[in-house]
């Protein structure tokens, strides 16, 4: 059953989801159409697979737009958030879940860029995002942003502190912009999966997945649909009290 997402201010509208053209944003994306959201499904123009996210939330009866652009500068921005409000209206849920190269990078031969290039997208982008959604939110009454982080802001992988360093960043902004759009009715969260295999993931090794498996209590691997589920959820009526949270999506991996 569809919920009812008229809560602080924040009625059934318009949802952008960035990076929507696979992985955790198509999910993501395709999971808030069935709740009810018209989506505006960003990638980067040359994207082969957001306009087929578009397609399926169209052919099960939902609202979509392609809303393409390079959401880590300003003008990338601009025309995204303008593709999504001219299309379908004013947005009412901002998930920001772009993302670049993930290489992994032993401290000893790290460069500043290397630190630069997460951040560009985990900090920058929901910044750029937030900025060019907020007049909207304001003029309804309220909305949701929801960060898409990662378990690493929290623990510790070799080879991964650039990343963890900016998904640690990104939470502190979810912290902090929480208690600063409180007032006007915008929550501000985040969904920290555990390693969740996507498409850029084919050909990790059997073993490999085993042993990440044999580590997570609930004892099998995430899927985009466990992510996509507790964004809904941020998304909804339900969560209408909840803000500057992280909600980790890992099945306990990690807990000692």
């Not at 944003?25 to 123009?45: F, H, Q």
């Not at 982008?125 to 060019?132: F, I």
Request: charged share 15%.
């Amino acid at each position: 059953m569809r919920s009812d997402t008229r809560s602080q201010g924040v009625e059934r509208r318009t949802a952008l989801v960035t990076g929507a053209g696979r992985g955790l944003g198509a999910a993501i994306a395709l999971a808030l159409a069935d709740d009810g959201w018209s989506v505006a499904v960003n990638d980067l123009p040359a994207s082969p697979g957001a306009a087929g996210v578009v397609d399926a939330v169209r052919a099960s009866g939902g609202s979509a737009v392609l809303a393409p652009g390079d959401v880590t500068t300003p003008e990338g921005v601009r025309a995204v958030v303008s593709a999504a409000e001219d299309g379908l209206g004013p947005v009412g849920v901002l998930v920001p879940c772009a993302t670049g190269p993930q290489p992994e990078v032993p401290v000893d031969r790290m460069t500043w860029d290397d630190l630069l290039l997460p951040l560009r997208f985990f900090t920058l982008s929901p910044l750029l995002l937030v900025q060019a959604v907020l007049p909207g939110m304001r003029s309804a009454g309220g909305g949701r942003v929801v960060m898409v982080g990662s378990d690493l802001a929290q623990r510790t992988d070799v080879g991964w502190s650039a990343y963890s360093g900016a998904k640690a960043a990104q939470l502190a902004l979810v912290r902090t912009w929480a208690r600063e759009l409180a007032p006007d009715g915008v929550t501000v969260n985040a969904v920290a999966p555990g390693w969740i295999p996507v498409e850029r993931h084919a050909g990790t090794p059997p073993e490999f997945l085993e042993a990440y498996t044999a580590r997570v209590p609930l004892g099998r691997m995430g899927t985009p649909a466990d992510v996509a589920a507790a964004v809904v959820w941020l998304a909804s009526a339900g969560a209408s009290f909840v803000t500057g949270e992280q909600v980790t999506v890992n099945g306990g991996h990690g807990l000692t």
